[in-house]
């Protein structure tokens, strides 16, 4: 029997369990994947996204800020020139994660997915676990939902809200619906690029980049972004040509973002493509999920060769990873004890409790043109998400964690970054905490 069992071992759920088991917490991590990180490595989710106001003061600290600067010590994080600490390298990303869980005493489990749940009135008793060694069922005082789709919560019926609509569903929802979701996306990267040429290259023909200058010296940091729906990006007519050509769709061409990584000195993370569909695809659905899958893989072929023939840098560059896992944007959001909106971002709303802060701009990656939107808060401001939007309304010993708390669409389209996942997994460890410790 432990004190404290997480479900789900990305930022979140690694937050969740190093806060409890550092007070002494008996708890146990499961993970459905062979290692830690969840989206930050299996879905090669990198850099984090900068959280920070004024004079570069980072409104996410605590674990999060010590995983980063373990990182750093061996080459495989960095700050960019805008302030930024959130640059990392995904690989090892992973080991850093299994460091942080072993010296706190967490104990972890792998390859293990949680299948169902065992409740009584407002307790959750256990989850059902599936691995190598058949099903198990696993008693805890405490349960923190990290899955990043609220699988536990909506396992013991907890209700949930699911894209753009604020409809309420309960497990099991695979209704064919109308329902709009921000795009799902395959991560991949490609190794062998002479980040050099790349980066002198942009720099002069894009000195803007999209996001910020290159950072030149050890680490070379770069990055570049453009949506099909930015008319003045310098490299629009090298895609342009590249469709005119065949040798992209131009679905292909909906976004593009590279981003260099530190410690990997030849390589580039694409956070595209965005996957190409006729109707907006449903996270919870396998059969969309599995389609997602197989047209990401086409499209990154098609991508990756007009690197290759189109830009500089790229000549002798090829892909070296294809991310485990499907990047999900947004799935279910648990109907929580507090719904955060977007108005609560825009006025920059303050709680009495608050388990993160963020000024992270509305971020809505659209697979329809003309539909994406990045709406930023008034300068200087930022927002707390309460602890509140971590409570279910229906168990006292169950909290959710990360990307689907209690929040609308259009909230969450702001709060998913990671540095917030942190913060929100740690404040989840540290409440459960104080509540096994009172017992
Ligand atoms: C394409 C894309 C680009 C993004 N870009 C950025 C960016 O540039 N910067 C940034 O800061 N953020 C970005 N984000 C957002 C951010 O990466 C995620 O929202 C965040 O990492 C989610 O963290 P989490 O802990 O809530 O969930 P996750 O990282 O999804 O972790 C959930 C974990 O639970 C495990 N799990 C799930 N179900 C089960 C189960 N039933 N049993 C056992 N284990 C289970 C999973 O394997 C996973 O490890 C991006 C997201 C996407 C999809």
Known sequence: MWDLIIVGGGASGVAAAVSAARQKCKTLLIE?????????????????????????????????????????????????????????????????????????????????????????????????????????????????????DADVAALAGVPFELGESDKTYHFMFLEEGNHKHQAI??????????????????????????????????????????????????????????????????????YFQIFSIPGQKDAIAFNCPRIYAEKSLNPLNMWDLSYAQKMGRKQIRRIAEFCKKYLVGFQDAYISQIAPQLGIRDSRRIEGVYKLTEEDIFNAKKFSDPAAKSNYPVDIHSREKGKSE???????????????????????NLLVA????????????????????????ETAGNLASEKIVKE
């Open 185 to 254: 996306s395959l991560r991949f990267t490609m190794a062998n690029v002479d980040l050099e040429a790349l980066g002198d290259w942009l720099q002069k023909i894009d000195p803007d980049s999209g996001v910020s200058p290159v950072v030149k010296g050890e680490q070379i940091l770069l990055t570049t972004a453009h949506t099909w729906e930015d008319k003045d990006w310098k490299l629009r007519p090298y895609f342009d040509q590249a469709v005119k050509d065949g040798v992209l769709k131009s679905e292909d061409a909906a």
């Open 32 to 148: 459905k994947m062979g290692f830690l990180g969840g989206t930050s490595t299996a879905g090669l989710v990198t850099p984090m996204m900068k959280n920070m106001i004024g004079n570069n003061q980072n409104l996410t600290d605590g674990i999060y800020l010590e995983v980063l600067e373990k990182l750093r010590k061996t080459g495989h994080a960095a700050t960019h020139t805008d302030g930024n600490p959130g640059w990392f390298d995904p690989e090892m990303m992973k080991c850093v994660l299994d460091d942080i869980c072993e010296e706190a005493g967490v104990d972890v489990l792998f390859d293990t997915v949680v299948t169902n749940v065992k409740t009584q009135d407002d307790l959750l008793i256990s989850v059902t676990c599936f691995n190598k060694s058949g099903f198990s069922e696993l008693e805890a005082k405490y349960f923190i939902d990290a899955t990043g």
């Open 374 to 396: 990045l709406k930023f808060l008034p300068e200087g401001e930022y927002y707390e998400i309460p602890v509140e939007s971590l409570i279910t309304k229906q168990y006292t």
């Open 402 to 425: 990360g990307r689907p708390i209690s929040a609308t669409f259009r909230a969450e389209a702001s709060l998913r970054i990671q540095p917030n996942c942190w913060a929100l997994g």
